[in-house]
């Protein structure tokens, strides 16, 4: 069955685990992003953050074409911002044809996990998709990994990746 990795990345954490993921898997990927920039100053970023998640806003995405009929298989990624997932993820969340589709969410975090999950999860199952596997990835708040940290969470995913390939087959590709 076809697959795609689905993620969004802000700090380049997401990203990193989404680039394992699409090599360990052989299959492609596909960026979500905001139509307008996040900031790259933490204060104004963690300011416009807080108020999307608080005010539970979607921002307008810069991509959100894609032709979900072709894949069956979907690895979601996206970052935790104040206990929820990112507000471009929620954007997509509510936007894509989920029917029909297996989604293992790899979930990065830094601090508090809240509800993301059960958000997403909810959101996903209203859509009619099956949620599986997922993969909870605490990163430190800097943006740089040291080598232990990069293997824990190399290892981490490639465990994760093997595991689904066990239960539902080595079929997952693009």
């Known amino acids: 069955m076809s697959a795609l990795v689905i993620y969004f990345s802000q700090t380049g954490h997401t990203e990193k685990a989404a680039g394992i993921i699409c090599e360990r898997a052989g299959i492609q990927r596909f960026r979500i992003y905001p139509k307008t920039p996040y900031p790259t100053r933490y204060d104004a970023l963690e300011a416009r953050a807080l108020k999307e998640v608080g005010d539970r806003l979607l921002p307008l995405l810069g991509n959100n074409e894609i032709d979900a009929r072709r894949f069956a298989y979907i ?3 996206f970052p935790i911002w104040y206990g929820m997932p990112a507000a ?3 954007t997509f969340l509510n936007r894509f044809d ?3 589709r297996t989604v293992f969410p790899f979930i990065t975090f830094g601090g ?3 509800r993301a999950f059960a958000e997403m999860e ?5 859509g009619g998709a099956a949620v599986k596997d997922e993969l909870l990835l605490r990163f430190p708040y800097r943006k740089d990994l040291n080598d232990e940290e990069e ?3 190399q290892l981490m995913i490639v465990q994760w990746i093997e595991g689904i390939k066990r239960r539902y087959g080595t079929n997952i590709r693009k």
């Open 122 to 126: 909810k959101i996903l199952r209203t």
């Open 151 to 153: 293997a824990r969470i």
């Open 75 to 77: 690895f979601l990624g």
């Open 98 to 100: 989920w029917k029909g």
């Open 88 to 90: 471009p993820v929620m």
């Open 112 to 114: 508090l996990y809240g």
